[in-house]
């Protein structure tokens, strides 16, 4: 290898022991409040179609929030997303699907009656996460839902909802 | 745990992501004549009216919901969902010129929000007079 070759490849590990430094440390925090431990030390998974798609109404969820089972319900159900008509062409539907599924939280999760969650903010580990600052916001306009992520967790949008990137509006 | 492998193939996914950017296919003023092109086909058709656009965009159409709900009252200010609080881009060209210009995303969004709003498809006069309308809008 030539010298510019060497100095490309110096380069590169740069980087990757700068990601290898970085990522794992925030990562390892939020995945306590998530329940899951299986993403610890990988990057936070991501896709462009999930972001684009799913991204442009509501705050792209993150898969490891709801087990398998509820994303595939969801996928397939799109026509009536919670009163919304959200459908996706085949191939990206098809995309997503195997993105949020392949992610998906792994720890079984149940909602307070016991059945597969619908949505994320009725899942138990949610509400036993939220319970206290459920209280809070009650009657903050600016909150409005529980579903309102990027409210309080501000990072949420970069997939950090690390206890130290909370802020919840007066 | 570190795996090098895996910042080998977040890197590269993200120089694929740079370089899969959609080019702008489309341009307001030329979706206004092909719209334009498939009004002319309906009985009674004398051209596009921006007044007429701007009375669909802020009233409602039986539903919860006007086009205003989430792009707000003025079209080239930024919106927000009027359900989930997700900011929105402002939607009038001279705000923001990434609008109408991929016609695979004009076609999702009509329709998508066209449901949403009016509980059908919006008629080709309709879109011709909504986008008239946005085209008069200043920055």
């Known amino acids: ?170 | 745990m570190f795996r090098p492998l895996h910042a080998v193939g977040l890197l590269f996914a993200v120089i694929v992501g740079m370089a899969a950017q959609p080019a702008l296919a489309e341009s307001p003023e030329g979706l206004l004549e092909s719209l334009r092109a498939e009004a002319s086909g309906t009985a009674g058709f004398q051209g596009f009216s921006a007044a007429r656009g701007e009375t669909f965009y802020k009233n409602k159409h039986g539903d919860d919901w006007s086009c205003s709900s989430c792009h707000t009252l003025n079209p080239a200010a930024e919106g927000k969902h009027a359900k989930s609080d997700k900011l929105i881009k402002p939607l009038a060209p001279s705000a923001n010129p990434e609008r109408f210009t991929e016609t695979k995303k004009i076609e999702k969004w009509f329709k998508r929000n066209c449901n949403d709003v009016l509980d059908r498809e919006c008629t080709a006069l309709e879109k011709g007079d909504f986008l008239a309308y946005l085209l008069t809008i200043k920055k």
């Open chain 1, 1 to 170: 290898m030539n010298i510019a070759g060497k100095y490309l490849l110096g380069l590169f590990a740069a980087a990757v022991l700068f990601l290898g430094a970085t990522l794992p440390v925030a990562q390892a925090e939020e995945d306590e409040y998530s329940g899951s431990r299986a993403t610890i030390g990988a990057a936070r998974p991501s896709n462009p179609k999930w972001v684009s798609e799913c991204g442009a109404c509501h705050l792209a969820f993150p898969a490891r929030f709801l087990p398998a089972e509820s994303w595939r319900e969801m996928m397939s159900g799109l026509d009536n997303h919670f009163g919304s008509n959200a459908v996706l062409d085949e191939e990206t539907a098809r995309e997503i699907t195997v993105f949020l599924v392949d992610n998906a939280r792994r720890k079984k999760s149940r909602d307070a009656s016991g059945n597969m969650p619908k949505r994320i903010t009725e899942s138990r580990w949610f509400m036993r996460e939220h319970a206290r600052a459920e209280l809070r916001v009650k009657n903050n306009p600016k909150v409005k839902s529980m579903a309102n992520c990027a409210v309080c967790h501000i990072k949420a949008e970069q997939g950090d909802y690390s206890e130290r990137n909370i802020k919840i509006p007066k």
